[in-house]
Nanobody
């Protein structure tokens, strides 16, 4: 049974930091490219890429988070991380873990991040 479970969201003040985690089970984790997405502005059914990390170690970041967020993975723990620093109110959103392989795509249920004073 495949499970994708995010954690680490919460309320943080502007300028603060959070680390999101995504624990995965039921798949060969190392074969998957991983990423974090968040809801597109004004459209709950669309998700925008925040950060992606492929199996070769290549990364891709949304321009708005480059230099502030870092995606990483621990294949031994089957876990994806998103370190978020210097958080801004506009980072407030629900963040979703994403895994991709040629057989398909997996999503977590989302974890909410609120940046507010």
């Amino acid at each position: 049974q495949v499970q994708v479970v995010e954690s680490g969201g919460g309320l943080v003040q502007p300028g603060g930091s959070l680390r999101l985690s995504c624990a995965v089970s039921g798949i060969i984790f190392s074969q998957y490219s991983v990423g974090w997405y968040r809801q597109a502005p004004g459209n709950r059914r669309e998700r925008d890429l925040v950060a992606a990390l492929n199996t070769g170690g290549g990364t891709n970041y949304a321009p708005s988070v480059k230099g502030r967020f870092t995606i990483s993975r621990d294949n031994a723990k089957s876990t994806v991380y998103l370190q978020m620093n210097d958080l801004k109110p506009e980072d407030t959103n629900v963040y979703y873990c994403n895994l991709e392989y040629y057989t398909g795509t997996l999503w977590g249920q989302g974890t909410r991040v609120t940046v507010s004073s």
